[in-house]
């Protein structure tokens, strides 16, 4: 029988899509998309911002010296976080268990944007996820930050974002290196939550910070001059 389109009855199949999976494998990127604060239809890969993570994960498995790295994507069941059922959350935290039983266990750079960065951000707690890149992350006030200590976290937000806060990422990234962790922020000068605008400089230096974030024993991840302002008053880096 046919479901509603808001059913709550949850598809089957698994949470991890494996893009590329090299044998061995040194490591593994997941990536995860954006959602809704509130949303129990089902997810789809066609929906918006499932496609607007695409050219992301092609710039990951694109960037030289990735043949042994492990290209993932993380499948949600709702399109929202839901309160305090943070299903995008659950998803990942399934994701996560799933790539354990694939690899045996491989270092995790998770990088997730929106809805999907504040998933990655709280999934960092996962002993396996070591570095975190959030793209316009949904940071409300109050986030959780102590699982964050030794982790390295990098955020990337631009100052034209009208759908989740630039200031409240500046927030979370001081209070989460007040925790312990090894975080910044780079502010992309005109850049828009859908990360339309400056399309080039997302995409060059996402693959770049994932690139470092891959290197064991990774010092501050590199911020690349033309990408952001130093004039915002909420630029954070591993310098300040």
């Not at 993380?74 to 694939?102: C, F, I, K, M, S």
């Not at 034209?160 to 090894?182: E, F, H, L």
């Not at 828009?192 to 064991?216: E, I, K, Q």
């Amino acid at each position: 029988m046919r479901q509603p389109a808001d059913s709550t009855v949850r598809p089957a199949g698994k949470a991890l899509l494996v893009r590329h999976h090299p044998v061995p494998a040194r490591a593994a990127v997941v990536i995860l998309h954006g959602g809704q604060e509130e949303s129990r239809r089902l997810s789809r890969p066609w929906h918006l911002a499932a496609l607007r993570m695409r050219p992301f994960v092609r710039a990951v498995a694109a960037d030289s010296g990735r043949d042994d790295v492990l290209l993932a994507q993380v499948r949600y069941r709702r399109r929202g976080w839901n309160g305090a059922q943070a299903d995008p959350l659950r998803d990942t935290e399934r994701a996560l268990g799933e790539l354990e039983d694939l690899t045996g266990g491989l270092p995790v750079v998770l990088v997730g944007h929106s809805m999907g960065g504040r998933a990655a951000l709280r999934a960092a707690a996962h002993p396996r996820v070591r570095a975190v890149l959030a793209l316009a992350p949904w940071c409300p006030p109050g986030e959780p930050v102590g699982h964050l200590a030794g982790k390295h976290v990098v955020v990337l937000h631009g100052n034209r974002d009208r759908i989740t806060s630039p200031a409240d990422s500046a927030a979370y990234v001081r209070r989460a290196r007040g925790a312990g962790a090894r975080a910044a922020m780079v502010l992309l000068d005109n850049g828009d939550h859908a990360m339309l605008r400056r399309l080039g400089d997302w995409h060059r230096t996402a693959s770049s910070v994932v690139g470092h974030l891959l290197t064991p024993d990774a010092a501050a991840p590199p911020l690349p001059e033309p990408a952001y302002t130093a004039a915002e008053p909420f630029l954070i880096s591993e310098q300040e």
